[in-house]
């Protein structure tokens, strides 16, 4: 298939009009906007064709937009949920293949890659769109096998790595030779342990399941930090510091959702909600409390939802929901207040979900009705 650079951009919810439409849809179902605002950008985005090639994933080509046509549906309009049900089809080939490719590359025992397995581009991604679309499928039954022996260790070179290791950097900004292990919710297994876990307490179980969620637990158990800033977790993981089983990064980062303590503890939350554990449930709770005071929310300094305070507040907003006690809640307001100080002060920045304006104004939406989303988008971040 041929696409042009317009076709592309349409349909990518990472770079393209497909979040703006999204946002369009959560603002309709609000009241903030309205639907003949919203068809308009779901036309432009639907318009032309759509890439289902094995490169695409959760936020580019089919299934970035049969994410967006069911959002759209759950306004009960029969022809969003028509045009979605024609995509399911698409959607089911291209999971089915790269399924298989996924599983060929772990019997030739070969490492993973960010693309096969993360939310962005690979089958955790896809996997969270089959949990919408298809829950009690055999296919979304393949997708958490796969995670379960993912979250397996392996033997490399002698040493012992976890299922998830790949040889490429995090980062070309960042690397890490020889490869490294990714911890995040984005790209690391925060992801995997956060979809194995919704799918639990959505009555998706496969054999091995809630084993794996209790060995990716104490995984993250044995590389918690603590210090005078709270509990965090390190972004990434070298062969060395596997060896050693200590971390070199010394402070805790940004408090993300991406990368950050944000994210993993949400993920953290949900995993202790489905094995039914409250002590690991009161420490993901603590650490998502102690990631938001004011002195680690300084390091916060742009809007987006990836790196910013708009991903901070609606996985703090998320979190709040399931917590057992009011300190996440009670942070909310001022969460709220340097979100919209922070869009105010924001630059126009090119479309996209995870870093542009559409993201940090589904992000709005929600601090201005202080309502979960009508549309459900957040489930792109593997937080619902």
């Known amino acids: 298939m041929d696409l042009t650079a317009r076709d592309i951009e349409r349909q990518s919810l990472a770079k393209g009009s497909a979040a ?96 096969e397995y993360d939310l962005f581009r690979g089958l955790t991604g ?87 969620i209790h060995a990716l637990a104490r995984w993250f158990d044995q590389w918690r930090q603590s210090s005078q800033d709270g509990l965090w977790w390190p972004q990434w993981l070298t062969r060395n510091e596997l060896r050693t089983g200590r971390t070199n990064q010394t402070t805790p980062g940004r408090p993300s959702w991406c990368y950050g303590t944000a994210g993993i503890a949400r993920a953290l939350q949900l995993a202790a909600l489905a094995i039914d554990d409250p002590i690991r449930r009161g420490i993901a709770e603590m650490a998502m409390a102690e990631c938001l005071t004011d002195q680690q929310l300084c390091k916060i300094t742009g809007p987006g939802l990836c790196h910013g305070m708009a991903g901070v507040y609606q996985t703090a907003f998320r979190a709040a929901r399931d917590a057992a006690t009011p300190t996440i809640d009670q942070r909310l307001p001022t969460l709220a207040a340097a979100l919209t100080q922070h869009a105010a002060d924001a630059p126009d920045e090119a479309e996209g979900l995870p870093d542009g304006p559409a993201g940090v104004g589904l992000a709005l939406e929600t601090a201005r009705h202080i309502t979960l989303p009508r549309s459900g988008w957040d489930a792109c971040l593997l937080i619902t």
């Not at 849809?25 to 068809?39: K, N, P, S, Y």
């Not at 949920?81 to 030739?108: G, P, S």
């Not at 790595?161 to 790209?187: Q, R, S």
Request: glycine residues 10%.
């Open 20 to 115: 703006t439409a999204l946002l369009h849809i959560e603002r309709a179902l609000t009241g903030t906007g309205d639907w003949a605002t919203a068809h308009a950008h779901i036309k432009h985005t639907t318009a032309g064709p759509i890439d289902s090639a094995p490169h695409t994933g959760l936020y580019y080509g089919v299934p970035a937009i049969a994410f967006i046509l069911h959002a759209a549906g759950t306004s009960g309009d029969a022809r969003y949920q028509t045009a979605a049900r024609a995509l399911d089809k698409h959607v089911t080939r291209l999971a089915q293949r790269r399924l298989a490719t996924a599983m060929e590359r772990m019997r030739r025992r070969m490492p993973a890659t960010f693309a």
């Open 126 to 212: 896809i996997g969270v769109l089959l949990l919408l679309r298809a829950p009690g499928s055999d296919l979304l039954g393949g997708i958490l096998n796969y995670l379960i022996r993912l979250s397996k260790p392996r033997r490399i070179d002698g040493q012992e790595l976890p299922g998830w290791w790949v040889n490429h950097d995090p980062d070309p900004l960042l690397p890490t030779p020889g490869g490294h292990v990714n911890v995040g919710l984005a790209h690391g297994i925060a992801g995997p342990l956060a979809l194995l876990s919704l799918a639990t307490l959505r009555g998706c179980k496969m054999p091995g399941q809630i084993d794996a």
